[in-house]
């Protein structure tokens, strides 16, 4: 698969960015595990993914999809070098007192 790079910087993406919101709520960690080895297979080298995840956001799934991610690279330690890993952090939030426990960064 092509690869464009990334702003200005010296990192090279597929257009194809593997999203992972739905890890740990509706796709079990198996289940994840196998959709990032045939990502990673296929030749995407872009994974998705954000400290709230997975969606729906409630405290008992907040970080799982990390969780899930970080056991898959323990499991394919070669694959890290291979992938461009983007996160994203919640800010501060009446509505997700869970992240971070309601604190700041």
């Known amino acids: ?3 464009v790079q990334l702003g200005s910087s010296d990192l090279h993406v597929t257009p194809i960015c593997l999203g992972t919101m739905t890890f740990g709520e509706q796709v079990d ?3 994840s595990h196998a959709i ?3 990502s990673l297979e296929r030749g995407v080298n872009f994974i998705d993914t954000a400290e709230m995840y997975s969606v729906p956001a409630r405290a008992e799934t907040c970080g799982s999809t990390e969780t899930i991610i970080g056991n898959w690279f323990a499991k394919n ?3 890290r070098s ?3 890993l983007a996160t994203k952090v919640a800010g501060p ?3 997700m007192p869970w992240v971070r426990e309601g604190g700041g960064m």
């Open 29 to 31: 960690e198996k289940t």
């Open 82 to 84: 291979k992938l461009v």
């Open 77 to 79: 330690p070669s694959a």
């Open 93 to 95: 939030s009446r509505g």
């Open 36 to 38: 990032l080895s045939r």
């Open 1 to 3: 698969m092509n690869k």
